[in-house]
């Protein structure tokens, strides 16, 4: 057996079935081996950031690993931005990164790369396997790091005479770390300040944010009074009806600042306390009152589930059904707004659907607005990288096995960066319906140039504006084997809905707005 | 003057005056900057490779570098691939990365990543400015380290505060390293083993395939009898009527072998030795024989016309006419293959043409067959991370000023990776021509699978195979605002060449080979 082999037969019996891929002359080995041994579904990306970011959007939606299958050092910098977004979205991936032969790389020939260096940016777990019987023991606690309670990013590299040489050995799964035990003085700190104290803030993230939290923190809050925010960047939040209506913490400074500036605990449920996504002059980092008192009731680490139980029991706060969000709404029409789109996608989408949602500038109501509509995940942007709304779509429909709707709400300078993912989409035939934002321009940025007090002139408006020429989506998708077409108002948006909603493959909207 | 401003001018007082952006919020200020200050031509590429790719591009033609502007430690991750080929074609490059204000970075917000860290991956160079008075001077070093002879990779991280606040310094131009002087013991040795031996090979790298040193070696090789070759990557060697007819040595591991297994001494013009692109089981990393002599001529940071002018000295080479390559081709009809297509190119090229090849395996033997097309450049994928042909196609046409035909030859798999280029080529309305070589497959690929001893099965051509679906190039084309049209002939595609030469703007010629 060989070093690659070892390493498919060890990932499998791992738990690990999906490789995202996009492999090169170094991986052919691993390649092969996959070919040989059953067991292994394969999603092929024609760009690497489309297959990093696949692969996070299979693990939130599946919750757990896939593998990646990188070519090199350059072949992982292409995927490391939507790492990057993984890592903040606490997604576990295992990555496989091919590389120059052990005693080839001394030589220096022209793809060798700092692969390590690389890796250790975005990486919680790096590892070189360096002989082929270290291949399979490797790759074991590749996926034990990766699957840790709050998912990791795990990087082993595999020179190529690791992957071809004879003596690879398979090695048993690794037992998980267990998440980090609940502090009962913190459970019952949070309790003594929920009890005692009227503008508390409980802020949850993560983990907090899916189905079991939310019910939890709704009875601490009902029983309690106090008020249940989320942290604005959560990678996947449960939503709909028979979810809670969880607003989040705003994105802009001002924003922020008001919504938390009556609050003089905040009790943090896997959550960090609120700052600016960006800093801005004479603004404050931090956008919570300096006199509140910061509390942990849980890290990101640890179970939340477990943390909001105990303090359930501590309050002995009662059962409590949550609250109705109201009738569904029905779709309306006209020129597209951000409400109407809203409401559209409220009114329209199948139950149990996954938004994955990297609408930037246009998309700031949408989530607001869809509390009423059936049961169904809502995945953000985790690390602010822009170009993961996408790929996390096309992977979370391979971890939905081809059930569950996908329906990406992106913006059309985002999805340049990796428009590659519409031909995977097509390949692998995916329920993914693509509503594409089509403003012609980087509209957050022209926003954010004015904050700092200037009307663009042409210089910086060629670096802001996407027209000039305009960018046809229908062509684009078209080009990648995905049905599309245009739509100008909310009546044609929602017949193109309708129309894919009904369709297996994958289907993109061109909404101009 | 804030530290944008001191920056904008300082890049512009050292000769850099040219911008390739992909700007994001933490980069506002600069780009307001460049908005207020005359003099810097920006050009937005929509995904950072594409940016990284043209100011290698850029550099290769205009032997001076551009900067970039890229956004965060994940903006600049998309473009490191195309750092690393710019790297190995000795691009000089100052690459301008905006990033969180000093105090922002220990919030940790979720665009904060290690940006030095990956910055050093790829770079000669790296600095953080951490306040708006050092920017200027930074900005200068920063020049100075890009403008060495062998161009480097340079990269100043620019803190959204050191961007914005008052204090700003301009910095004089700083002088440019001037290259180590030619040993002359070395040329004397290269002397004497030309003068004494027969088998002997000078193989010429980077600097040393322009017109002035080839001119010089083969002086040399003229009165000594030597043999001259090319290493296999050479970013940018001068071709065509009145050039060298130099060829290279082969990719293959057993073809290059071959072509240097009679070689006895082997002298060295700013090249490295021959080593193979990969390992492969059984076979060895150098491709020369074990017991010839390696001799350094001059070195890849030193200067290769004086190196050789001071060879031909020592030698009393007299003056020499080129070889001339024969009369010029014509175009054949038919069925495309390799060898018809390099047919067409050297028949209608016109003159003073740039050819940027990533074809791949469909184009082993273009370089071979178009020694007599007009004189033109040549420019070849640097660091072997495929996606460089577009941007690289892209950034020379900015270089070239308008005047100067760019011609790609185009791999489809490669050509995916940074297919946002044709998008910037529509805007800049650029005089580009893509050959887009469609054989819907990673081809060199499969022949890489095959070498390894296998019949690829349906897993494995599930990785190696872009049909399923095609790939429509005339659509992505168009949707990115480029003209283009199939051919399925030589006769079409020759017309297309000619029909696209005769316009201003890009054109994209989509082959069906």
């Known amino acids: 057996m060989n070093g690659a082999e070892s390493l498919v037969h060890t990932l499998l019996k791992s738990g ?3 490789c995202f891929a996009n492999p090169g002359t170094s991986e052919m080995h691993f390649v092969g081996a996959l070919d040989r041994i059953p067991g292994m579904k394969c999603v092929l990306g024609l760009q690497e950031n489309v297959v990093t970011g696949m692969a996070d959007g299979y693990y939130r939606i599946a919750r757990k690993p896939a593998s990646t299958l990188l070519h090199c050092g350059p072949g992982l910098a292409n995927g490391m931005a939507n790492l990057h977004n993984a890592r903040r979205a606490r997604a576990g991936i295992v990555n496989i990164v091919g590389d120059q032969a052990t005693y080839h790389r001394p030589y220096d020939a022209p793809l060798t790369a700092d692969t390590e260096g690389m890796a250790r940016t975005v990486s919680h777990w790096v ?3 360096s002989h082929a019987s270290q291949v399979g023991r490797d790759a074991a606690a590749a996926v034990q790091a990766a699957r840790a309670i709050s998912g990791q990013i795990a ?7 690791a992957s071809w040489s004879q003596g690879g050995i398979v090695a048993e799964p690794l037992a998980v770390a267990v998440a980090p035990p609940i502090d009962p003085h913190a459970v019952e700190n949070a309790a003594r300040i929920l009890r005692s104290n009227k503008n508390v803030l409980m802020l949850l993230a993560d983990q907090a944010t899916l189905a079991q939290s939310q019910r939890l923190a709704w009875r601490v809050a009902r029983a309690t009074g106090a008020d249940l925010l989320a942290s604005y960047t959560n990678a996947h939040m449960a939503r709909g009806r028979g979810r809670l209506q ?9 924003a922020a600042i008001q919504a938390l500036s009556r609050y003089e605990h905040i009790i943090l449920v896997n959550a960090n306390p609120p700052v600016g996504f960006f800093a801005y002059p004479g603004k404050p980092s931090t956008h919570y009152p300096s006199n509140a008192q910061i509390h942990v009731l849980s890290r990101h680490d640890q179970d939340s589930d477990a943390a909001l139980q105990a303090l359930v029991d501590e309050l002995g706060a009662p059962e409590v059904a949550l609250p109705d969000p109201g009738p569904r709404p029905e779709a309306v029409g006209g020129a597209p707004t951000q409400e109407g789109l809203a409401l559209a996608l409220a009114a329209l989408m199948p139950e149990h659907s996954i938004v994955s ?3 930037i500038s246009f998309g700031r109501d949408f989530y607001k607005l869809t509390h009423a509509a059936p049961a169904h995940d809502w995945l953000n942007l985790g690390g602010g990288a822009i170009g993961d709304g996408l790929p996390v ?3 979370a ?3 939905g096995g081809g059930d569950r709707r996908v329906i990406s709400l992106q913006a059309d300078g985002s999805a340049m960066y990796s428009l590659q993912s519409l031909w995977t989409q097509a390949r692998e ?13 980087y509209n957050i940025l022209i926003g954010e140039y004015q904050n700092v007090g200037a009307v663009p002139g042409p210089t910086a408006m060629g670096m802001l504006d996407l027209s000039n020429p305009d960018l046809d989506w229908v062509q684009l998708a078209n080009g990648m084997g995905v049905e599309a077409a245009r739509a100008i108002t909310l009546e044609e948006c929602a017949d193109l809905m309708k129309q894919s909603f009904r369709q297996p493959g994958p289907f993109l909207i061109d909404l101009i707005i």
Do not use: Q
Not at 155 to 161: I, R
Not at 246 to 254: A, I, K, S
């Open 127 to 129: 590892r070189t396997s």
């Open 357 to 359: 949602n990297e609408s």
């Open 16 to 18: 690990v079935d999906t």
């Open 397 to 399: 429909a391979v971890a």
């Open 393 to 395: 779509s096309t992977g």
């Open 155 to 161: 990087t082993l590299v595999l020179p190529a005479d």
């Open 246 to 254: 969880l607003e989040r913490v705003p994105y802009g400074t001002d």
């Open 429 to 441: 035939k995916l329920p993914c319906t693509t509503i594409l934002l089509n403003n012609r321009k």
